[in-house]
């Protein structure tokens, strides 16, 4: 089992970046493809960006393209997403997620652990 704590989340101004980072528990935290989502207030959750368990393979929502990076630190047990040129719509909570689905897993249903998020607010 996995826990997932995520942090890093605020208020900052369009165009500003933050960076959020996800600690999990566990040693098995290298063997879990991990996922960013978001949901903003009234809509679905949704798909941000993916990582697999190496962090080799990376994909994201085209809505974050060229904006936000995710990454992972396996021997730190953390997972990261750095947000740039960050727009109004951004706004939302945050969520970091693990997967036990081999390949590049984007739907909700596909993630086993969830954190409990982190609010992200982007003022214009």
């Known amino acids: 089992q996995v826990q997932l704590v995520e942090s890093g989340g605020g208020l900052v101004q369009a165009g500003g970046s933050l960076r959020l980072s996800c600690a999990a528990s566990?040693?098995?935290?290298?063997?879990?493809?991990m996922g960013w989502f978001r949901q903003a207030p009234g809509k679905e959750r949704e798909f941000v960006e993916g990582?697999?368990?190496?962090?080799?393979?990376?994909y994201y929502a085209d809505s974050v393209k060229g904006r936000f990076t995710i990454s992972r630190d396996n021997a730190k047990n953390t997972l990261y997403l750095q947000m740039t040129s960050l727009k109004p719509e951004d706004t939302a909570v945050y969520y970091c997620?693990?997967?036990?689905?081999?390949?590049?897993?984007?739907?909700?249903?596909?993630?086993?652990?969830w954190g409990q998020g982190t609010q992200v607010t982007v003022s214009s």
């Open positions: 997620a693990a997967s036990r689905v081999g390949r590049m897993p984007s739907r909700v249903g596909e993630y086993d652990y």
């Open positions: 566990g040693r098995t935290f290298s063997s879990y493809a």
């Open positions: 990582i697999s368990s190496t962090g080799e393979i990376r």
